[in-house]
């Protein structure tokens, strides 16, 4: 059962999944931190690239289906207009209410 976003524990995740799901590039952005990075399957990326390729150009959207660590731990149904629909976990971390990483990888 998919978690709705108003209801996510942790306020930065939540505002995160909800710029995601609103495409909303500017919104998304003012929630990283300026040297923030990120990891896809354990690899660092490269964040604008990825997030413009992963995200914004091809429509990505976040069913939150389970959240731990407080909220900063999500398991997703992530889908875009490149892969589809796929299990994701997604971790963040939280520095003054912006997020200075995040990881996410097939679960």
């Known amino acids: 059962m998919t978690i709705q ?3 996510l524990s ?3 995740v939540r505002a ?10 500017e919104g998304f952005m003012a929630l990283l ?3 923030a990075t ?5 690899a660092e990326r490269d964040l604008a690239d990825w997030t413009d390729r992963e995200i ?4 990505g959207h976040m069913d939150v289906d389970r959240e ?10 992530y889908s875009n207009d490149v892969w589809g629909e796929m299990r994701t976990r997604w ?6 209410g912006r997020i200075s990483h995040f990881e996410t990888g097939q679960a």
């Open 16 to 25: 995160f999944v909800s710029a995601v799901n609103n495409h909303d590039r």
């Open 68 to 77: 731990s660590d407080g909220g900063r731990a999500l398991v997703v149904r």
């Open 91 to 96: 971790s963040f971390t939280v520095d003054d």
């Open 33 to 35: 931190a300026p040297d």
């Open 10 to 12: 942790d306020p930065t």
């Open 38 to 42: 990120m990891a896809d399957d354990g």
């Open 5 to 7: 976003t108003a209801r």
């Open 56 to 59: 914004f150009s091809s429509h």
